[in-house]
């Protein structure tokens, strides 16, 4: 079992960037895949961007570019670089942990794009 607990979210204009980061309980080296979801009202919950244990990243079509997850072992910690922000990209963003056959969930932090 894991738990994870995010930070970083807020309010930020149009064009700027944002930084979250996603601290977990426990070592995160043997987790197969760690990633970044969201959620915004009346929309499903979507992956952002993904980091898998062999070095691999994947992300949406919709951030690639313009987002960047780091993993970090040692620091038993994930990090979601934001930037060119858009209003499209307003949601509550949920670190996720891929492991012992599950999905482990934080409770989100809101990251809301708006002048």
């Known amino acids: 079992q894991v738990q994870l607990v995010e930070s970083g979210g807020g309010l930020v204009q149009p064009g700027g960037s944002l930084s979250l980061s996603c601290s977990a309980s426990?070592?995160?080296?043997?987790?197969?895949?760690m990633g970044w979801y969201r959620q915004a009202p009346g929309k499903q919950r979507e992956m952002v961007a993904s980091?898998?244990?062999?070095?691999?990243?994947n992300y949406a079509d919709s951030v690639k570019g313009r987002f960047t997850i780091s993993r970090d072992n040692a620091a038993n910690s994930v990090d979601l670089q934001m930037s060119s922000l858009t209003p499209e990209d307003t949601a509550v963003y949920y670190c996720a942990a891929n492991t012992d056959g599950r999905m482990y969930w934080g409770q989100g932090t809101q990251v809301t794009v708006s002048s």
């Open positions: 980091s898998i244990a062999s070095g691999r990243r």
């Open positions: 426990k070592s995160i080296s043997s987790i197969y895949i």
